[in-house]
């Protein structure tokens, strides 16, 4: 017999990346998943799940299971948040992705948080640059700089947050001046790479001169914004970075902006709500508490906001 906690179990490890990925989530050792996974299988009569050299791979068994399964999970959870309704407590799993770098500066705070006022609720927070991991199912809540795809979702902004094109002032004092996006052609511009977007392509727009774009050749590139961070500090060439990201350097001196008269296109700061779970009271309160949380927002002069 199937349990509601063996749906769980089997929806956690079949969207993990391996078993010890599963384990990792599910706060217990490797060998306890593969255990447990063989015990469900001998239950259920069937083989659920195939090691590959790619990672793990569903059966057809496997797959059936985890649609039905999913489908008996949120009728259960469906129910128990009808009956949550009753009461002014938040309870329930709330499963939460965000990047790395807002994740730990912004979304931490507020889940520890949440967690403090609702110690009848669960949460998971799962910090990732990769957009499969934050376009999956799995999550009830996605926090996200700037367009995500993902169709199946609702999305909703949390705040403003713009992108500036910056460089240290070692730099621009040691390199010709830039009073025109096509000056960067000049100049070592260092590229972040963390999705499938053109990178080497820098869009500008000026209230008189419209929109222009620039093709770069990037002297350095990263997948990690915190180390390109890190090389415009250094130096090493003009950076384009969100917003909350640089604004404390910025204020500091440790960069300065270029091209004020431009804009870089904007990226603010939004939630995507899985289908499901979207209006669950505990997703509602988690975004009300981000709201709080940014406003005002916190990478902005008190004149600037």
């Not at 659920?48 to 039905?68: I, P, Q």
Request: aromatic share 4%.
């Amino acid at each position: 017999m199937l349990t509601s906690d063996d749906l769980v179990f089997f929806d956690v490890v079949s969207s993990s990346s391996s078993l010890a990925d599963a384990a990792r989530k599910l706060n217990v050792t490797p060998p306890a998943i593969t255990q447990r996974l063989k015990a469900l299988e001998r239950r259920v009569g069937v083989r659920l799940m195939d090691r590959t050299t790619r990672g793990l791979a569903l059966t057809d068994e496997g797959e059936l299971l985890v649609a039905e399964g999913a489908a008996i999970i949120e009728a259960i959870e469906g129910l128990a948040e009808s009956l949550g309704r009753r009461t002014t407590r938040v309870r329930g799993r709330l499963r939460v992705a965000a990047p790395y770098g807002f994740g730990r500066d912004h979304v931490a705070p507020v889940a520890a948080e949440f967690a403090r006022r609702h110690p009848e609720a669960t949460v998971t927070l799962e910090l990732s640059d990769h957009p499969n991991v934050l376009t999956s199912d799995s999550w009830d809540i996605v926090i996200h700089i700037g367009a995500l795809n993902s169709a199946e979702r609702l999305v909703t902004t949390l705040a403003p947050n713009g992108r500036v094109a910056c460089a240290s002032p070692a730099y621009l004092e040691g390199h010709p001046p830039i009073e025109s996006p096509e000056d960067l052609r000049h100049h070592r511009c260092l590229a972040l790479r963390e999705n499938d977007e053109d990178v080497t392509l820098w869009r500008f727009s000026h209230p008189k001169h419209g929109a222009t774009t620039v093709r770069i050749k990037p002297a350095m590139s990263t997948n990690d914004g915190t180390i390109l961070r890190a090389w415009g500090i250094a130096g090493l060439g003009i950076i384009v970075r969100s917003e909350w990201d640089v604004a404390g350097d910025l204020a500091a001196g440790r960069l300065a902006r270029i091209l004020p008269g431009w804009a870089c296109p904007a990226a603010d700061v939004v939630a995507l709500l899985n289908a499901r779970h979207g209006r669950s009271r505990r997703a509602t309160v988690f975004l009300e508490m981000m709201r709080d949380a940014l406003t005002p927002l916190p990478w902005r002069q008190p004149d600037q906001r």
